[in-house]
């Protein structure tokens, strides 16, 4: 079962594969902005995958499309909503609430 620690909280849990970054924070109290109600509308979903990168499935042109526009981000941003697990990864949730 895949594990997911959530930045900054500290905060790790077991995930199920197909799992997104979202649901599971809001499934374990970790503190996360989604005002588009995870639809891939917004983004202050946006997290940066600081280990495991491979284990997230890879963005669709939406997704991407959303990230482009964010001033901070990296070669490793993310929307929560759209982060699909495969393997253990750990995130920092940038727009924390």
Avoid: W, Y
């Amino acid at each position: 079962m895949p594990k997911v620690r959530f930045l900054p909280s500290g905060i790790e849990v077991n995930a199920r594969e197909g799992e997104t970054l979202l649901d599971l924070a809001l499934a374990n109290d970790v503190s996360i902005q989604h005002a588009c109600g995870g639809f891939c509308a917004c983004t202050t979903c946006h997290c940066e995958v600081l280990s495991g990168f491979e284990n997230i499935e890879k963005p669709d042109d939406d997704e991407s499309e959303r990230l482009e526009v964010l001033e901070n981000r990296t070669e490793h941003s993310r929307l929560a909503c759209q982060s699909k697990i495969k393997g253990d990864v750990t995130v920092r949730v940038v727009n924390f609430e």
